[in-house]
């Protein structure tokens, strides 16, 4: 039996513990796409849910996670903590910094996996992005104890650009009330994050965003060279 199997399972125990009927049809439709979501997005269902479930518990539970998982490059190369690469992404400065970041993923990362790149190569587009995206301040900053990042950010941005590769012109409302193409939007996501970087003060490696989206335009490419004969 395969992991689609087991997922619909799940969905399906879900079910029989919350009551729908035919007059909650509301209710039955989102646990529908829950169980689409699942099967069809597996690694954007599950990447979502544990880095907002991780944010909050840290949060509001047991802030001790954050020095934990942050990403700490002189603690990572005095003690070989690499494994702070992959988990300061599943921790957040704040509710804005996590919406942020959440909202930018689930407008894109799921219709990438089901529609593009398919599991796998999602999964190396955004861990590829994710790891590319924080080696720099790795290196720069690997004998300045004080310095501290966090967050999904390149790994975001990564899976954010290879969408634009894909489909430039689909339109998103941002915040539900903004339309705007998927070019647009990474183009303000980018200089956004240049800006912010120069006058950061926070926690938040906003150089990661860039680091972030070149890498995952270049994973795309690699991973799907085709997709150059839509623009040449």
């Known amino acids: 039996m395969n992991n689609d199997y087991y997922s619909y399972k799940v969905i399906q125990i879900l079910c029989q513990i919350v009551p ?17 979501y699942l099967i ?11 880095t907002v479930l991780t944010s909050l518990y ?5 802030d001790s996670i954050i020095n934990k998982f942050i990403l700490a490059p002189y603690q ?13 992404s599943l921790i957040h400065a704040d509710w804005w910094h996590l919406i942020f970041n959440m909202y930018s993923f689930y407008i ?22 994710l790891i590319v995206s924080c080696l720099p301040s790795v290196i720069q900053h690997k004998n300045n104890p004080a310095y501290l990042s966090l967050g999904a950010s390149g790994a975001v941005s990564g899976i954010v650009f290879s969408y634009v590769l894909f489909n430039p012109f689909q339109l998103f ?22 800006f912010a970087a120069k006058n950061s003060a ?4 906003h150089n990661a965003h860039l680091w972030g989206a070149l890498t995952g335009l270049i994973l795309t490419l690699i991973l799907n060279p085709h997709i150059l004969r839509r623009y040449f």
């Not at 539900?176 to 939007?185: C, H, N, R, S, V």
Request: include cysteine; hydrophobic fraction near 50%.
């Open 58 to 62: 840290a949060f509001y539970f047991d």
């Open 20 to 36: 729908i009927n035919e007059k909650n049809p509301n209710l039955r439709s989102q646990f529908i796409k829950m169980q689409e």
């Open 202 to 205: 926070d926690n938040i490696n």
């Open 40 to 50: 069809l997005a597996p690694a954007s269902s599950y990447l979502f849910i544990i």
């Open 173 to 194: 409302y941002v915040f539900f009330a903004i339309p705007m193409p998927a070019w647009l939007f990474g183009i303000i996501f980018t200089v956004y994050s240049y």
């Open 76 to 88: 990572m190369v005095k003690h070989n903590e690499y494994y702070r690469i992959l988990t300061c």
């Open 108 to 129: 894109f990362a799921f219709t990438l996996e089901i529609h593009f790149l398919g599991t796998i190569y999602f999964l190396i587009v955004y861990v590829g992005s």
